[in-house]
């Protein structure tokens, strides 16, 4: 099943993860429409803020092969729950994939699958930068 397995190369990619500030390490697989599979892990940084997160790096490593539509994504931490993405990973997810399902997992397995609709209500997209 394609959840499994997105999971799985969430979970392979973590171990990849350069986190050695927070030791808070996070895997994500993103499938596309035609079911291509990218992965990301968190990069951290002395400068917090230019931390990039495991999603952001999923998705920038699509986009980098042209890819533009997807369907759902894995998020793989060691959470005491279902690990799920950062506001910031969410608004940039919605740019992409507003209906994407979003699959959050821990280390142990539990999970939890929502539509990115569902956990950002009320979003703010292109539409709300129009004027009057």
């Not at 990849?16 to 390490?25: E, I």
């Amino acid at each position: 099943m394609i959840v499994k397995k997105l999971i799985e190369k969430a979970k392979q990619v973590r171990e990849m993860a350069y986190a050695p500030y927070s030791n808070f390490k996070v895997g994500a697989a993103l499938e596309t429409d035609t079911g291509k599979i990218y992965t990301g892990c968190n990069v951290e940084n002395a400068s917090y803020a230019a931390t990039c997160c495991a999603e952001r790096t999923a998705l920038a490593n699509a986009i980098a092969e042209g890819e533009r539509k997807f369907r759902r994504i894995a998020i793989v931490a060691d959470t005491e729950g279902p690990c799920p993405p950062c506001g910031i990973c969410r608004q940039v997810l919605y740019e992409f994939a507003p209906d994407i399902e979003v699959i959050m997992a821990n280390t142990r397995d539990e999970t939890l699958v929502q539509t990115l609709d569902e956990l950002m209500p009320h979003a703010f997209h292109s539409k709300k930068l129009r004027s009057r």
